[in-house]
């Protein structure tokens, strides 16, 4: 499987970086669009993996191109094939860029077991599973769309994680990552986390905070805008509102979790925040989007009675939003992880 960034796949020590909260860079032109960094960059993409993001790059799929999964077929909205596959790739990358390459920030050392929640490609997993090779690591998933050749301490079930957790044995980490989508009652999916969790392991979580957020005034004319208040209307009347992510931290608190960490991080959708790390990350965060777009939609706002023509030409405009950079528009990114007392 293919790396996208230049930063190694290693165990990092400590918290990552901390960087201030984004500022508006006044040397961005208005409606100047981002592109990928390169140069000496250290978030530069390599050349073995441009032809994939290209892929995921293409903002148009054909009507009936798209595929879903067929486990549990209908309950998960955003679809499996090989487009969305290599946006959820790209999407690992992006979360590895917002923690400076790590993977996971709570304390864990050697974990013997550890399991994957919503595991989708399984990019996650199995680097987790080479960082540490005497760890089992199990992911989960609604679609069997992870590779076939793994490490020998990683393998992949079907699974739902609404319903009852029977797993064999419990994990002393369990990680959850992009979840604001799957479920209907979040808190219970982490009430199953917390008792399938051995004495002193960790639940982590990271997720991002919909709708987006701006600097200054909300553009409540843009199509942006009126996207993210559309998907959220259709995803609360198919039962599974996006809400649940600034809820976490106090969730887990309350099921009894100790030392429950919360970290915010911010991804901008265009060029428009000043420095590197802004820069990267909205290079990365654009094309995941723009490419991504359609499959996030179709279902929710088709469930609001929107036809799918109306819906594909409804994207044109939110795309042209996305590349603005005089929208200064951004998705609030939370990290939060707690320990099970001993």
Request: glycine share 8%; net charge negative; aromatic share 12%.
């Amino acid at each position: 499987m293919a790396t996208f960034l230049d930063l190694e796949t290693t165990i990092y020590a400590g918290e990552p970086e901390d960087h201030c909260f984004p500022v508006v860079d006044d040397n961005i032109a208005q409606g100047e669009t981002s592109e990928a960094p390169n140069g000496s960059s250290k978030y530069r993409i390599k050349q073995s993996v441009e032809d994939s993001i290209d892929s995921v790059s293409s903002e148009k799929t054909e009507a009936g191109e798209r595929t879903y999964a067929e486990f549990r077929k209908g309950k998960y909205p955003l679809p499996n094939d090989l487009k969305e596959q290599q946006r959820l790739n790209l999407q690992h990358e992006l979360f590895r860029i917002t923690l400076e390459g790590r993977m996971f920030l709570a304390p864990i050392t050697n974990p013997s077991s550890a399991l994957d929640v919503a595991a989708g490609t399984g990019v996650w997993a199995i680097e987790f599973a080479n960082l540490f090779p005497s760890t089992q690591v199990l992911g989960t998933d609604l679609s069997a769309i992870q590779p076939k050749e793994l490490p020998k301490n990683c393998h992949f079930e079907l699974h739902d994680a609404e319903e009852d957790w029977n797993f064999p044995e419990k994990f002393d980490y369990i990680h959850g990552r992009a979840l604001l989508s799957c479920f209907t009652d979040p808190a219970a999916v982490l009430k199953r986390a917390y008792d399938s969790l051995t004495p002193g392991g960790y639940l982590e979580l990271h997720d991002g905070k919909f709708p987006f957020q701006y600097i200054g005034e909300p553009p409540k004319d843009s199509a942006m805008y009126k996207w993210n208040e559309t998907v959220m209307a259709g995803a609360a009347k198919a039962g599974r509102p996006w809400t649940g992510t600034p809820n976490y931290k106090r969730w887990m608190e309350e099921l009894g979790f100790e030392d429950v960490v919360e970290k915010l991080y911010y991804w901008p959708t265009s060029g428009w925040a000043k420095g590197e790390y802004y820069k990267a990350l909205a290079a990365y965060w654009q094309v995941n989007l723009v490419g991504g777009l359609e499959g996030i939609s179709m279902k929710v706002m088709t469930g609001l009675g929107w036809k799918e023509d109306d819906v594909r030409i409804f994207l044109e405009e939110v795309r042209k939003d996305v590349k603005d950079t005089s929208i200064h528009a951004y998705l609030q990114i939370h990290v939060v992880y707690g320990r099970k007392p001993s």
